[in-house]
């Protein structure tokens, strides 16, 4: 069967438990990683106007509330708090929500990921829905038990991805008049080697035009 590329009329992106009461537990990738791909993330599906879902768990749970910084790329975006359930398609409004995209391709990221993230992803798999994941925009307690997680996954039919990936999938090309000069800005703000290399060019420009 041929492969649909991701687009905003096929997608939308799954963010799950980017709590602050997860910071001593996830030790796979830096906290400063995961939460810089969780909100470009966010920032993405505004530039492309893909539905994006947001759950956690309670704000006085063990977890406690989403990141400050994720919050505030939010802005008024609803967050679904569901129960103490590990897997998100055991609340009926996490579910509701998902369905009420109309999408059946699922961008999934989280943490953890061997837990929250892969019950949901396997979850999503199994109503039918395609499912990529993530995977610098999720973590786990070690980078054993996220590539475990993520491996899997793709034995259960989800694609890993990054973020930045799923940003340029959903541009096509930089030819974009509409949206790349959004995503580029996106880019910009989160991934340092695109800020340097850009730096780095001005720097070169300007010494030829003086």
């Known amino acids: 069967m041929a492969r649909a590329p991701l687009s905003a009329d096929n997608s939308a992106i799954v963010l799950v438990d980017h709590a602050v009461g997860f910071s001593n537990l996830t030790r796979s990738h830096p906290i400063e990683e995961t939460l810089n791909g969780a909100i470009a993330l966010a920032e993405i599906a505004k530039v492309f106007d893909v539905p994006l879902v947001v759950t956690n768990g309670p704000d006085d749970g063990p977890a406690g509330p989403l990141y400050p910084e994720l ?65 610098d925009a999720s973590a786990a307690t070690t980078k054993e038990t996220h590539d475990a997680a993520v491996m899997r996954l793709v034995q259960a039919g989800a694609v890993p991805v990054n973020w930045l990936a799923v940003g340029s999938e959903l541009l096509g090309g930089w030819t974009n008049d509409r949206t790349a000069p959004a995503f580029g800005e996106v880019v910009f703000e989160h991934l340092t080697s695109w800020r340097h290399q850009n730096a780095l060019t001005a720097g070169v420009r300007e010494s030829a035009a003086g």
């Open 71 to 135: 919050l505030a790329a939010l802005g008024d975006h609803p967050v679904i708090r569901r129960d103490p359930v590990f897997d998100a398609f055991d609340d009926e409004d996490f579910t509701a929500a998902v369905e009420a995209t109309g999408r059946r391709r699922l961008v999934v990221a989280g943490i953890q990921t061997d837990v929250c993230v892969a019950l949901t992803a396997l979850t999503a798999l199994d109503r039918g829905y395609e499912v990529s994941v993530v995977v």
